[in-house]
């Protein structure tokens, strides 16, 4: 039994098995996650309809099993049809979450195509692909290290 608040078995083992420096995508229900992964990354559907699941119950989850020692998020555009105006509301529940879970992490932006390659390198083992509506959602972690 489990002591943490992740129970997905599949993601369990992934996390089990991801070491330093690993990449863990988890991706809003826009983001395209069949084609936008690293060559040993493994996609794990929570996708049950709209909204549900969403990015920030992830992140709970996901922070409750693994150490992460670095947050990126995709920088929104300014200058298309996805375009915002200032950081998407869902930037602060993600900072709200990473402050409860006793971490001192900055969200740091990464450019969009940035964003793409960085999620397409060889660290990233899973993407967690939610059913999250939210632009800009999307949030990369990097796997850290056990201290205790």
Same mark, same amino acid.
């Given at each position: =039994?489990?002591?943490?608040?992740?129970?997905?078995?599949?993601?369990?083992?992934?996390?089990?098995?991801?070491?330093?420096?690993? /990449?863990? @995508?988890?991706?809003?229900?826009?983001?395209?996650?069949?084609? %936008?992964?690293?060559?040993?990354?493994?996609?794990?559907?929570?996708? !049950?309809?709209?909204?549900?699941?969403?990015?920030?119950?992830? @992140? /709970?989850?996901? @922070?409750?099993?693994?150490? $992460?020692?670095?947050?990126?998020? =995709?920088?929104?555009? %300014?200058?298309?049809?996805?375009?915002?105006?200032?950081? #998407?509301? $869902? +930037?602060?529940?993600?900072?709200?979450?990473?402050?409860?879970?006793? !971490?001192?992490?900055?969200?740091?932006?990464?450019? /969009? +195509?940035?964003?793409? /390659?960085? $999620?397409?390198? #060889?660290?990233?083992?899973?993407?967690?692909?939610?059913?999250?509506?939210?632009?800009?959602?999307?949030? @990369? !972690?990097?796997?850290?290290?056990?201290?205790?």
């Amino acid at each position: =039994m489990l002591h943490h608040t992740l129970i997905h078995p599949e993601i369990s083992a992934i996390l089990a098995r991801a070491g330093h420096h690993a /990449k863990i @995508l988890i991706a809003d229900g826009n983001y395209p996650a069949s084609s %936008k992964k690293g060559p040993n990354a493994e996609v794990i559907s929570l996708n !049950l309809m709209p909204g549900v699941v969403n990015c920030e119950q992830t @992140l /709970k989850a996901v @922070l409750s099993a693994i150490p $992460v020692d670095a947050v990126h998020t =995709m920088m929104y555009t %300014k200058d298309d049809p996805y375009a915002l105006a200032a950081d #998407p509301p $869902v +930037w602060e529940d993600y900072r709200r979450v990473i402050r409860e879970q006793g !971490l001192d992490l900055e969200l740091v932006p990464i450019e /969009k +195509w940035e964003f793409y /390659k960085a $999620v397409e390198t #060889p660290d990233h083992v899973l993407t967690i692909q939610t059913a999250d509506q939210q632009r800009y959602a999307n949030i @990369l !972690l990097s796997v850290g290290v056990r201290m205790h």
